[in-house]
């Protein structure tokens, strides 16, 4: 029962949050004039011929208070406003884009979590023994890399010099065609799932043969923080008094790892762990440029470029909720993980 009350509570503020975060977006929106709004309420390019006729509609010209409630409306309505970037809705471009980051981190977010904690695990159970070194030398050196570069060295070895092994972009041209095509049915948008779905293993293999170079990119970078702060929080578990007392009554080194100190070493990680999905589902700009693999990412990034305000506004909104959200699932991990939380 405690836990389904803490679980309420968090969600009644996740609700006042959320509120918080559609009215500090609205102040931005504000500061730009009525005719540059109105781009965030259009639905088709022939609208941008009578931008006073939306002004008016939308209510542009009147009190804040007034213009907050016909944005939330829209907002609530599903309507964005027109995205001159891709030259489509904005809504349109988010459901064209977003399968494109989630597959990119539903592959990446799993290694760098879980190899991540193992590594971690490894460093600190074998603390200044060669395999501690070891793993923290590759940590300094994998968080040392600047995303660009390892991204662009691994595209010049495995595309250039092993002739395309490895290459950019989503899919090859064939398989893009037969995505397309009335023959492949597109469940879920996510081209290694809807090929199995649809039976065509060739499409999976030529998916995940685009996907390998991007994945490797943000595993190399992104792991060694994961690995960092398990091995520091496991080092501090070991030292308590609960994994000395299990020792001391003669549990094996295995049961005073798995069921004692990693257990308890997990909360900290479950926080950065949820921080970097959340980062991973927003779209990772460099990776996805480099690798020209067109999700959010790259579309807020040119978009941004380009002063595209309502994609702009929709990157910074889907970015607040992904974030607010995140942090709810992480405290009812912590809550789950740890039961005395909950009496917070």
Not at 67 to 94: C, E, H, K, P
Not at 241 to 267: C, D, E, M, P
Not at 333 to 343: F, G, K, Q
């Amino acid at each position: 029962m405690n836990f389904l009350n803490y679980i309420i509570r968090r969600i009644l503020l996740l609700v006042v949050v959320l509120i918080g975060v559609t009215l500090i977006i609205f102040a931005i929106l504000t500061l730009f004039s009525p005719e540059q709004r109105a781009s965030a309420f259009i639905r088709d390019i022939k609208q941008l011929s009578d931008i006073n006729s939306i002004i008016k509609t939308y209510g542009l010209d009147r009190p804040v208070y007034v213009q907050y409630y016909y944005w939330i409306r829209q907002v609530l309505s599903g309507n964005f406003g027109w995205s001159t970037t891709v030259s489509r809705t904005v809504m349109d471009a988010f459901k064209f884009f977003l399968p494109n980051t989630v597959e990119l981190a539903l592959y990446s977010a799993p290694l760098i979590i879980l190899v991540g904690i193992w590594l971690g695990s490894i460093s600190a159970v074998h603390r200044d023994k060669p395999v501690d070194h070891f793993t923290r030398f590759l940590a300094i050196i994998g968080w040392s890399l600047p995303t660009f570069w390892f991204g662009l060295v691994l595209l010049m070895v495995f595309y250039g010099y092993f002739r395309g092994l490895f290459p950019p972009e989503i899919l090859g041209y064939k398989a893009q065609a037969y995505v397309n095509s009335a023959d492949f049915v597109q469940y879920t948008r996510i081209n290694t799932i809807d090929a199995l779905l649809n039976g065509k293993l060739w499409i999976f293999v030529d998916a995940v043969r685009h996907l390998v170079l991007p994945v490797i990119t943000l595993t190399v970078v992104q792991i060694a923080l994961v690995m960092r702060i398990m091995r520091s929080s496991m080092l501090e578990a070991m030292g308590k008094g609960y994994v000395l007392t299990a020792r001391a009554k003669g549990a094996s080194q295995k049961v005073v790892i798995k069921k004692h100190a990693r257990r308890n070493a997990l909360l900290p990680v479950v926080t950065v762990s949820g921080w970097l999905f959340a980062q991973l589902m927003a779209g990772v700009v460099i990776t996805e440029t480099i690798f020209n693999r067109k999700g959010l990412g790259w579309w807020w990034a040119h978009a941004a470029t380009q002063l595209d305000i309502p994609a702009v506004l929709m990157a910074v909104l889907f970015n607040g909720v992904l974030f607010v959200v995140t942090n709810l699932v992480v405290d009812i991990l912590y809550a789950y993980i740890d039961p005395r939380v909950r009496l917070g």
